[in-house]
């Protein structure tokens, strides 16, 4: 995976990893989609008999009864990303919060076997930053020995993230028989990513280091998603999704800024291991931006479902999800995993509860390696209520992700950070039929 690495002289910083589209490029499942796909964990591949399935998979679409409306908002969500000792014993803290709608989709009929619909989803949503200040540090080992008695008075860095994703599109499904259904959803997919990073760093002797980065991608494309429905027996289902993106347009645009004065950086001219030239003041200053419209390349994603009814009041639900490896940037193949349930306490009050995982893409971190992406794996908890009348219906519902895992963000070194990701979702969300 493509990674731009910024350094700081002064402590040798890589001040962030990034592929060259995406905000959360390590996992797949950021956001959960609808009201009671969210509750059920996104074990939703089997059922997907509401609105939410023209996204999940519209061959479920055949089971809805009638028209359908469904509107899911997400009403908050937040995470919070800590890497530990990174500098001079302290940590990074990156916090991400959104207000956002995510979801809504429209259901027809159309003659006795087939039904459409139309869907739009927001499966990431990320607004990140990073303000911290930290006083009092030592230079790196590597400069130490030719700015004797100089210190870091301060090191400042502010960091700021948006990332969107966007899908709209129709959908199309047909009655094959009473066993078998299929449909296919042709979403429109845009995707824009943007960070603005700045770094100042002030030494005791008067010296100063700052670099600025700015770095933006936006992708547009076709997102098909085709989709199997089978029962077999009688209170049992089994569903299957394929989905790919298929990048029409890319392009991105980066610029480093960069200054330094009044510090020492010694330099073995020789090779023979003995600093015989130190240089100070350096600036780069570039005219404009660059750019590139390079794709990137995208993993096919298969999802596979079974659902069981053992009563009237209750489902229970599991899903497979199958990201395929995709090697030209680093990325493994990822399987992820996710359960849920639903319970009529009565016919106006229902309940819901999920679990899933949400694995990262990259190899599990090296003792012996350098510039390595981060290894976070993530796992979720999701819980809803849901309140009935003849035609409509309410859903109040949250959930919790939760994981720890490896970094490595010292530039060409082979230290490796501990860290840890948390966040948590409260959504409302309300559906109408007719």
């Given at each position: ?32 989609i ?24 519209p ?44 979801y809504?989709?429209?259901i ?23 303000d ?8 790196s080992s ?14 400042i ?12 599109g ?18 429109y ?6 960070f603005i ?13 700052w ?25 049992l ?10 990048l ?12 330094r ?5 010694g ?10 030239q ?17 794709k ?15 009563t ?11 990201f ?36 990262a893409?990259t190899?599990?971190i ?7 992406n ?8 999701t ?6 009348t003849?035609n ?5 519902g949250a ?8 970094a ?18 409260i959504f ?7």
């Amino acid at each position: 995976m493509k990674r731009f690495a910024y350094s700081i002289l002064i402590a040798c910083m890589v001040s962030f990893l990034t592929g060259t589209a995406t905000a959360d490029q390590f996992h797949y499942t950021n956001l959960l989609i609808g009201d009671r796909a969210s509750g059920m964990g996104g074990a939703y591949t089997a059922v997907s008999d509401d609105a939410t399935g023209l996204y999940y998979n519209p061959a479920g679409i055949v089971y809805s009864a009638g028209r359908n409306i469904s509107a899911s908002v997400n009403a908050y969500y937040a995470t919070d990303k800590t890497y530990k000792s990174v500098i001079g014993g302290h940590g990074w803290e990156r916090t991400s919060a959104s207000l956002l709608p995510n979801y809504f989709g429209v259901i027809q009929p159309l003659g006795n076997k087939i039904k459409i619909g139309i869907s739009y989803a927001v499966p990431e949503s990320i607004m990140a930053d990073q303000d911290q200040t930290f006083t009092d540090l030592p230079l790196s080992s590597s400069i130490a020995s030719v700015n004797p008695g100089v210190r870091i008075s301060s090191y400042i860095i502010n960091f700021n993230e948006e990332s969107n994703t966007y899908n709209f599109g129709p959908s199309i499904a047909y009655e094959l028989s009473d066993k078998l259904s299929t449909g296919l959803t042709l979403y429109y997919y845009q995707r824009k990513t943007q960070f603005i990073l700045n770094q100042l760093i002030k030494t005791t002797n008067g010296g100063f280091e700052w670099t600025n980065t700015y770095f933006q991608t936006e992708e547009k494309g076709l997102r098909p998603v085709l989709g199997f429905m089978f029962t077999p027996i009688d209170k049992l289902s089994l569903g299957i999704s394929f989905s790919k993106i298929f990048l029409t347009d890319s392009d991105t645009t980066f610029q480093n800024t960069y200054r330094r004065q009044g510090i020492a950086v010694g330099v073995d001219t020789d090779g023979d291991g003995v600093v015989d030239q130190t240089l100070s003041d350096e600036a780069s200053l570039p005219d404009g931006q660059s750019s590139t419209s390079v794709k990137r390349k995208v993993p096919t994603q298969v999802n596979l479902g079974v659902a069981w009814f053992p009563t009237s009041s209750l489902l229970l639900s599991a899903d497979i999800g199958y990201f395929t490896e995709v090697k030209e940037q680093g990325v493994k193949q990822v399987t992820n995993f996710a359960i849920g349930s639903e319970y009529y306490l009565s016919k106006n009050w229902a309940t819901r509860a999920g679990f899933y995982t949400n694995y990262a893409n990259t190899p599990e971190i090296s003792s012996s390696g350098v510039n390595q992406n981060e290894h976070i794996d993530l796992y979720g908890l999701t819980a809803s209520v849901s309140h009935f009348t003849r035609n409509t219906s309410v859903t109040l519902g949250a959930g919790y992700t939760f994981g720890e895992g490896q970094a490595q963000i010292i530039g060409n070194s082979t230290r490796i950070q501990d860290a840890e990701s948390t966040g948590w979702m409260i959504f409302l969300s309300s559906s109408y039929s007719y």
